[in-house]
């Protein structure tokens, strides 16, 4: 099984500029997760889905930010404009169902905003 | 709101030292706990779980036991080796179907 798999592993962008990262869940999984993890406020969920439907996205900073998933194998999590305070490190994370507990990490994307 | 506390880190052995890490919780109801692993450069990966009381869940040498009169869920390992050098996340599952981790507690293992 090739795991949750995210790209790109690394992004350095400037200011103002738009920032993609991808993610692909683990075959089978319908549900979602995007988290981001900063030393000053450790791991963060940010908003999950389920069947592709957004479930909660209390944890969304603000409308710069926003996350889609078109189809069961594929999700995306957009800052428009980027700003220095989101550098962090963003993982995706995939469960079977909503009825199981464990989730699987991606390897995370690296984010530097400068 | 449901939260989890660790013990705060760096936390620094030698090699062969007796490991706990302590983990408390508040939580509606009975959640499911966890410990998850972050090598260096890495995603956070399952070490191990318990979903009631007095459940042990254990994995690679390590053990925590679900202690709901304490409302802890301690990790223990009884000879670190250098490769477990980590950060370890306890976390865990609430009634929204959601993973609340505490603030992780970096290991650094010295041979």
């Known amino acids: 099984d090739a795991g949750v798999i995210q790209s790109p592993r690394h992004e350095v962008t400037e200011m103002g500029q738009e920032v993609t990262l991808r993610c692909k869940p683990i075959?089978?999984?319908?549900?979602l997760f995007w988290y981001r993890q900063t030393m000053m406020r450790g791991l963060e969920l940010l908003i999950y889905f389920n069947n592709n439907v957004p479930i909660d996205d209390s944890g969304m900073p603000e409308d710069r930010f926003s996350a889609k998933m078109p189809n069961a194998s594929f999700s995306t999590l957009k800052i428009q404009p980027s700003e220095p305070r989101d550098s962090a490190v963003y993982f995706c994370?995939?469960?079977?169902?909503?009825?199981?507990?464990?989730?699987?990490f991606g390897p995370g994307t690296r984010l530097l905003v400068l | 709101g449901d939260s989890v506390t660790q013990m705060e880190g760096p936390v620094t052995l030698s090699e062969e030292a007796f490991l706990t890490i302590n983990c408390t919780y508040t939580a509606t109801g009975y959640p499911s706990l966890f410990w998850y692993v972050q090598y260096p450069g890495e995603g956070l990966q399952l070490l191990l779980k318990?979903?009631?009381?007095?459940d042990k869940g254990s994995n690679k040498g390590f053990e925590a036991t679900y202690r709901k009169e304490t409302t802890s869920f301690h990790l223990e390992k009884g000879s670190v080796q250098v490769s477990d050098s980590a950060v370890y996340f306890c976390a865990l599952n609430n009634q929204g179907g959601k993973l609340i981790f505490g603030q992780g507690t970096e290991l650094s293992v010295k041979p």
């Open positions: 075959s089978g999984h319908n549900s």
């Open positions: 994370a995939s469960r079977e169902t909503a009825y199981q507990e464990t989730q699987y």
């Open positions: 318990a979903t009631k009381a007095d």
